[in-house]
């Protein structure tokens, strides 16, 4: 299959200016011009479903879906009319709004696990205050996290885990720990180095691979066993995995659970949730123990992102979101699997994860991950109408769409082929993306703020 490359015009003159005002270029590491190749488009001006239509008028079917934000589709109907009923009477008052009981109630039936919930806007803020109250709760400082599971939060607790810690104190950087997923040996070790020490653990119920030999509930009996809280980080899995959370699907009741992501269908909401012994210590009527500063934020209850949470609950509760995932999913990673085989590439591109979350690895000729080839493959799916940073579904994806792409991936594995017999520099346009977490810009990094 053919393709021509798209114009970028208009997206590549405001990456200058974008540039100029806005460190990175973007609000969000992942969306950033490192991220993508040269030749891609620079700015989304719209979505309708699961496409999306770029500055310049080119349309895509997309499965980044908002970095899994949206699990209905862009501008889904009935959210967007719950969230229009709610503005129209103003968004942000001086005491609560009746919503926020309204949307606690949903949640909380809705996560059955759990027996209280604050909302707030984004990720970092839900798991940055289970760690608060776990450290208050515990009286302790360190706190594990899965080293496996590449992001918990943007606060100094657990970016100074990764490469790019710069202007965290190391001092801050010792209380972090880390494990690995589906090793409780690894856990274990953590609670006899650190005997009384460890605070909590923190990590996804999974990233696509299931927990074997019981390795949540394991976990969570170490956890107890040594007087720390057991965290589940469900960003991602609490409405792609089940409707009611990964934690209903895996049987298992933690602790403190946090989560956001497509909790609003793109919709900033958030929420930390869990067990009344440990959120009443943000709250007003206990005196047994020093209060905690538990998630006091000015916009955390913005009444139209909480419609847009209680409409979206609602929705999974009442049509098959998760199992029409799971479909869609699953037809389109055979398509592709089925396309790498007739390619011969199944030595070097590979479909991982769950069905409602899929995404790709792309090799080299010696099998190595590869950042050239990942770029190279962004290129050839962008020139056919995808954009594909994974292979996120929607509630939206059709089969239609599943068709089309499977044929636009076709074409690209054509070029993906000859790059790997005659060099992947032959084929990719300008540089290669780069990881985020990485400690320096590489020299010439500077060339992407120049489109």
């Known amino acids: 299959m053919d393709a021509q490359t798209p114009p970028f015009e208009h ?3 405001l990456r200058k200016k974008a540039h100029r005002l806005i460190p990175g270029g973007a609000h969000t590491y992942a969306k950033g011009d490192d991220q993508y190749p040269v030749l891609s488009p620079g700015f989304i001006r719209r979505g309708a479903g699961s496409h999306v239509w770029d500055v ?3 349309e895509y079917i997309e499965y980044g879906m908002g970095n899994r934000a949206v699990g209905l589709g862009h501008a889904y ?3 967007l009319k719950a969230v229009e009923e709610a503005l129209r009477h103003g968004c942000n008052f001086t005491r609560p709004t009746e919503i926020e009981v309204q949307c606690a109630e949903t949640f909380l039936d809705t996560i059955t696990g759990a027996e209280m919930v604050k909302f707030c806007k984004d990720g970092s803020d839900a798991t940055s205050g289970a760690v608060r109250l776990a450290r208050a709760y515990t009286g302790r400082d360190m706190v594990a996290c899965c080293a496996d599971h590449p992001f918990f939060s943007t606060d100094d607790w657990f ?5 790019m810690n710069a202007g965290i104190p190391d001092a801050v950087r010792q209380l972090t720990l880390t494990f690995r997923y589906n090793d409780i040996q690894s856990v274990r070790s953590l609670f006899d180095q650190h005997p009384g020490r460890i605070a909590a653990l923190i990590l996804e119920p999974s990233r696509g691979e299931d927990p074997k030999d019981g390795f949540l509930h394991e976990a969570r009996r170490l956890c107890h066993e040594n007087g720390a809280l057991f965290i589940l980080d469900e960003m991602i899995t609490g409405f792609r995995w089940h409707a009611r959370g990964a934690q209903a699907l895996y049987d298992i009741v933690p602790d403190l659970s946090c989560f956001g992501k497509a909790l609003g269908n793109g919709f900033s909401v958030s929420a930390l949730a869990g067990k009344r012994e440990f959120m009443r210590l943000g709250g007003l009527d206990h005196t047994d123990r020093p209060r ?3 998630l006091s934020t000015t916009h955390g209850a913005e009444t139209h992102a909480l419609a847009a949470a209680i409409a979206t609950m609602n929705i999974y509760g009442d049509e098959p979101v998760i199992e029409t995932l799971h479909v869609q999913g699953r037809k389109l990673r055979d398509g592709i699997e089925q396309v790498i085989a007739r390619h011969g590439l199944q030595s070097f591109v590979r479909i991982v994860g769950r069905p ?3 995404a790709y690895a792309t090799l080299d000729q010696a099998g190595e991950p590869s950042q050239s080839f990942r770029t190279l493959f962004l290129q050839e799916t962008i020139r056919r109408g995808l954009l594909m940073p ?7 994806h059709s089969d239609e769409d599943i068709a089309r792409t499977i044929e636009a991936v076709d074409g690209a594995l054509g070029v993906y082929a000859l790059a790997l017999d005659q060099g992947v520099e032959r084929y990719l346009v300008g540089r290669p993306s780069q990881i985020v977490y990485r400690r320096f810009n590489q020299d010439g990094a500077t060339a992407l703020a120049a489109g």
Do not use: A, E, Q
Not at 159 to 163: A, F, K, M, N
């Open 159 to 163: 970016i100074g885990t990764t490469r």
């Open 356 to 358: 409602s979350c899929l």
């Open 292 to 294: 905690v500063f538990l």
């Open 56 to 58: 310049d008028g080119n």
């Open 77 to 79: 109907p009935p959210v």
């Open 11 to 13: 997206s590549d003159r």
């Open 390 to 396: 994974s292979l996120v579904v929607s509630y939206t």
